[in-house]
């Protein structure tokens, strides 16, 4: 099954504090959430995966 991963974003000014990546394909091992941006602020270094 595709990974799901929790994501936080740590922007003071940004309303969304997580959400939920669904993959819908096999993620290379390199990939990490630095490839991604919040999407309600648009920040990319301020996005955390959440480690359960």
């Not at 974003?9 to 940004?14: F, I, S």
């Given at each position: 099954m595709p990974p799901t991963e929790e994501i936080v974003?740590?922007?003071?000014?940004?309303f969304l504090d997580i959400f939920e990546n669904h993959y819908t394909y096999d993620v290379p091992?390199?990939?990490?959430?630095?490839a991604l941006s919040c999407?309600?602020?648009?920040g990319t270094d301020?996005?955390?995966l959440v480690e359960l």
């Open positions: 974003c740590t922007d003071e000014d940004c091992d390199d990939f990490d959430v630095s999407p309600v602020c648009g301020c996005l955390e």
